[in-house]
């Protein structure tokens, strides 16, 4: 019988993360694919939705996790594009498929309002599959479905805004959704700050093509070696992950007609912010706020095309077995990652 998660308590949080066997029969329905699956990674919005903090709507009791890859076992008799043996990445939206999101679209997501990849053995609908790069391992192609299309879409998603070669990518930190956009900055031919709190952090950025590295922690206005780098010209992309505490410098740092593309709230609240002094800055810069939840299976496919195409490697900081999924809760709670703590369901132990 395959073991999967569950998250049944609000309050319960990493505690009741215990592997239990799955008594549902997994019946398909015409348009569903039963999928074996073989890794899945971790996310912010994991952490949360175990310790009943997540803003957003969830149903328990629920299997968790968002991020999932695995081999096609049984497809449903109206499926079509999809094999058995395929192997396939699930989108983290259920009902996005393209376009411009509705409120609809945004509420049906894996591992919160649907049963998600933290388990052996999973039935999705057929239209959020699609098939894994093919230069990528299970491990790294697990990787991709929540912080990777996160990271795609903050810089590619907005028609108008699309990031060119040669623009200035100011990047905060370097957890999941960070070193993609690191990565796919990279790839375009941007040229890319990052911030971080660790000097050994930004030595993995450097390695992965950063061209400036700022420690916020002994530069605690980061904002001004950040423009200084650019001549004063600003950043045409900021990735922005801090929330509160970081937007106003965000807002410092952008050029004129810049994006920030708000993807988080992670910083830990100093003292409020200088509202009138950031509206000034938006203002007077034309600056542009984005805010990006993941994006559409549409966009999922073009980004894996922009993978296999450049050859780029997901960055997994470490590999937890299937049996130790509340120590790998725990390690990401802990931000000494960089990139993806991934679960390696093959591994059984």
Not at 49 to 63: D, E, F, K, S
Not at 127 to 151: D, G, Y
Not at 280 to 299: C, D, E, F, S, T
Request: hydrophobic share 40%; glycine share 10%.
């Amino acid at each position: 019988m395959p073991l999967q998660y569950v998250i049944r308590d609000k309050n319960g949080g990493f505690d009741q993360l215990k592997a239990e066997d799955d008594k549902q029969v997994h019946g398909l329905k015409p348009n569903e694919v039963q999928v074996k699956l073989k890794a899945a990674s971790l996310n912010y919005r994991d952490l949360t939705i175990a310790n009943g903090v997540y803003p957003q709507a969830y149903n328990l009791p629920v299997v968790p996790g968002s991020d999932g890859v695995g081999i096609v076992e049984k497809v449903g008799e109206d499926v079509k594009g999809l094999n058995i043996g395929d192997t396939v990445l699930g989108n983290f939206f259920t009902d996005y498929i393209d376009g411009s999101p509705t409120g609809h679209a945004l509420y049906g997501a894996l591992g919160g309002t649907y049963n998600g990849t933290f388990r052996q053995v999973g039935v999705f609908p057929a239209h959020i599959l699609v098939r894994a790069p093919k230069n990528l391992n299970f491990v790294e192609s697990s990787t991709l479905p929540c912080a990777a299309l996160t990271a795609w879409n903050a810089l590619f998603g907005s028609n108008e805004h699309q990031l060119k070669p040669g623009q200035n990518v100011l990047i905060q930190g370097t957890g999941g959704v960070s070193i993609f956009a690191l990565q796919f900055a990279v790839a375009t031919g941007a040229r890319v700050t990052v911030i971080s709190s660790s000097d050994e952090k930004l030595q993995i950025a450097k390695k992965l093509g950063a061209t400036n590295l700022i420690n916020y922690r002994t530069n605690p206005e980061w904002a001004k070696p950040a423009l200084e780098v650019t001549e004063n010209v600003g950043y045409h992309h900021v990735v922005e992950v801090g929330g509160e505490k970081t937007l106003g410098q965000s807002l410092e740092v952008a050029t004129v007609n810049g994006v920030i593309t708000s993807i988080g709230f992670v910083a830990k609240q100093g003292n409020s912010p200088d509202i009138t002094s950031m509206i000034a800055q938006l203002l007077n810069k034309n600056i542009h706020i984005r805010g990006v939840y993941v994006g559409p299976v549409r966009m999922f496919t073009e980004m894996i095309a922009c993978i296999e195409a450049n050859n780029i490697h997901p960055v997994v900081d470490k590999v937890f077995p299937f049996g130790q999924l509340k120590e790998a809760y725990t390690y990401q709670q802990s931000q000494q990652h960089v990139g993806k703590v991934v679960l390696n369901i093959e591994d059984s132990t």
